[in-house]
């Protein structure tokens, strides 16, 4: 059986505690800046920006809002390629799908 630990021993642990708390919280409050900026730039940006997983859009920018005329809840779910003129639209899936593995469906 392991003894008691001492007073010093405890001591130690405690301050060894504090820091790790010190710096988790460090930690959090840096990601969660970053995180912060992270989504302010897209919302300031005059560009329309998209952000798509595997060619589908899961939000937008303002900017994309005001520049295609759909609201967020109109625009996720659509494909990457659903705001290309269609005509355009099987060279841009061509194109897209050349640099990401993404399936297409020949009515899109």
Do not use: H
């Not at 099987?90 to 469906?105: L, Y």
């Amino acid at each position: 059986m392991v003894g008691k630990p001492t007073y010093k021993e405890l001591e130690k642990r405690v301050k060894e505690l504090e820091n790790e708390a010190s710096d988790r919280k460090q930690a959090e409050d840096a990601l969660r800046a970053s995180e912060e900026k992270s989504r302010a730039l897209p919302e300031a940006a005059f560009e329309a920006i998209f952000l798509s997983e595997k060619g589908i859009c899961f939000k937008q920018n303002p900017a994309a809002e005001k520049m295609f005329g759909y609201s967020l809840s109109e625009a996720v779910g659509m494909t990457n390629t659903d705001w290309i003129v269609p005509e355009s639209r099987e060279t841009a899936r061509n194109n897209s799908s050349s640099r990401i593995n993404v399936k297409t469906t020949p009515e899109g």
